[in-house]
């Protein structure tokens, strides 16, 4: 078994070969990765050098500060190994969501006094803007973006000091969330569906985008968010649920959780009714049985007929995510990286990524009892 795991290995990582014009750096993000996957408990420059049996970190430092690779190609290189393994048309989602990497001072790329997830406050941090693919099969991390705030892009010394290209402009959150999606658009990546938390939900131009390009979407908005009900009037989503009867909430789970099935009580009602013929919107509500004043909300969009049972599973696929996140924190030492430079923040975090994408493509494997899941793959 040991064997054909590592056999898969090589076989994922040479799949990277491409990316790297110079065997030295070839065979260094092979000791990279295989350190990220390793048992160390901080995966940093020095332990996974000592990791590789390096004397010191200067190998690890020059793939990440100075060797020439394609860290994008990586990604794509790794995006299509997660979907042909873990693809499905349908039932796949993309979700996207943001994590942020507490830092102190002021020189690494992008950090600043901001809103942390992470920390659930305002810290000196870095925010990445994250892009999971889900499915039945699996789920995995496959897109990243670091979003740089208004005081970094408006400082072009600063950035500079840092790394960052001139041709590199402020983006919102939101804007790197669609980018990601996009990219993955241009790439067939299959999928039936994107959802993500309020933070992107609110957007209502990122929701008329996927409207437009007949992107079936459920994310999640705040209880004073506006939608034009099937009486033609605006109404804020809270009020519109709560005119629902008692019979209108069915109980249903919205996936496995580290518990069990996570059972809550849904709702559903058609808004928006002037609409083209074969696309639908709806407005969806989860309620916490524990609770009944823990409601969270959803506007949904498909080009074809839905259920709220769909509805529900694809709401329920937000929080893969936040796995993907505490796996690759946890396993693959996706914030264990000790580096202030803008390529170097990409070239960790994807390498982390692809770590997190080979644990995702084996354990798919263990189901089916392979022993040799990548050479596997179709």
């Known amino acids: 078994m040991v064997s054909g795991w590592s056999a898969s290995f090589e076989a994922f990582v040479g799949?990277?070969?491409?990316?790297?014009?110079?065997?030295?750096?070839?065979?260094?993000?092979?000791?990279?990765?295989?350190?990220?996957?390793?048992?160390?408990?901080?995966?940093?420059?020095?332990?996974?050098?000592?990791?590789?049996?390096?004397?010191?970190?200067?190998?690890?430092?020059?793939?990440?500060?100075?060797?020439?690779?394609?860290?994008?190609?990586?990604?794509?290189?790794?995006r299509a190994a997660v979907v042909e393994v873990?693809?499905?048309?349908?039932?796949?989602?993309?979700?996207?969501?943001?994590?942020?990497?507490?830092k102190k001072g002021r020189m690494s790329a992008g950090v600043a006094r901001q809103y942390s997830g992470t920390a659930g406050r305002i810290e000196n941090s870095?925010?990445?803007?994250?892009?999971?693919?889900?499915?039945?099969?699996?789920?995995?991390?496959?897109?990243?973006?670091?979003?740089?705030?208004?005081?970094?892009?408006?400082?072009?010394?600063?950035?500079?000091?840092?790394?960052?290209p001139d041709d590199v402009k402020m983006a919102t959150k939101i804007v790197l969330a669609q980018?990601?999606?996009?990219?993955?658009?241009?790439?067939?990546?299959?999928f039936g569906w994107v959802t993500g938390d309020e933070a992107y939900g609110v957007d209502t131009k990122l929701r008329m985008w996927l409207e437009s390009e007949d992107?079936?979407?459920?994310?999640?908005?705040?209880k004073n968010s506006m939608v034009v009900t099937m009486q033609l009037t605006k109404a804020r989503v809270d009020r519109v649920i709560a005119e629902l009867g008692e019979d209108a909430w069915t109980p249903m789970s919205c996936g496995d959780g580290a518990h069990g099935p996570r059972i809550?009580?849904?709702?559903?009602?058609?808004?928006?009714?002037?609409?083209?013929?074969?696309?639908?919107?709806w407005l969806l509500a989860r309620r916490s049985r524990a609770d009944p004043t823990d409601i969270a909300y959803y506007v949904c969009f498909d080009p074809t007929e839905t259920t709220i049972e769909e509805l529900v599973r694809?709401?329920?696929?937000?929080?893969?995510?936040?796995?993907?996140?505490?796996?690759?924190?946890?396993?693959?030492?996706?914030?264990?990286?000790?580096?202030?430079?803008y390529e170097a923040w990409y070239r960790h975090i994807t390498l982390s990524l692809a770590a997190a994408a080979f644990l995702a493509i084996i354990r798919d494997a263990a189901k089916k009892g392979l022993t040799n899941p990548v050479t596997a793959m179709p």
Not at 86 to 102: A, I, K, M, P, S
Not at 156 to 164: E, K, P, T, V
Not at 215 to 222: D, F, G
């Open 126 to 164: 870095q925010i990445g803007v994250f892009m999971a693919y889900a499915s039945p099969r699996g789920r995995a991390l496959i897109d990243r973006e670091l979003y740089l705030p208004k005081e970094w892009t408006s400082d072009r010394d600063r950035c500079r000091q840092a790394g960052i």
């Open 314 to 341: 694809v709401a329920g696929s937000r929080w893969a995510i936040e796995e993907c996140f505490q796996t690759a924190k946890n396993e693959t030492g996706l914030d264990h990286y000790q580096i202030r430079g």
């Open 179 to 190: 980018q990601m999606i996009s990219r993955a658009v241009e790439a067939g990546v299959p």
């Open 15 to 78: 799949r990277f070969a491409g990316r790297f014009p110079r065997v030295e750096s070839r065979r260094q993000m092979r000791s990279y990765v295989r350190g990220l996957l390793s048992e160390t408990e901080r995966k940093n420059g020095w332990t996974l050098a000592e990791a590789a049996g390096d004397v010191g970190p200067e190998r690890m430092q020059r793939l990440l500060n100075f060797y020439a690779w394609d860290t994008d190609g990586l990604r794509d290189d790794l």
């Open 215 to 222: 992107i079936a979407h459920v994310l999640a908005v705040a």
């Open 86 to 102: 873990l693809g499905d048309e349908r039932q796949g989602v993309l979700v996207v969501d943001e994590t942020g990497f507490l």
């Open 264 to 281: 809550y009580d849904w709702a559903m009602t058609d808004i928006r009714p002037l609409r083209l013929v074969d696309r639908g919107h």
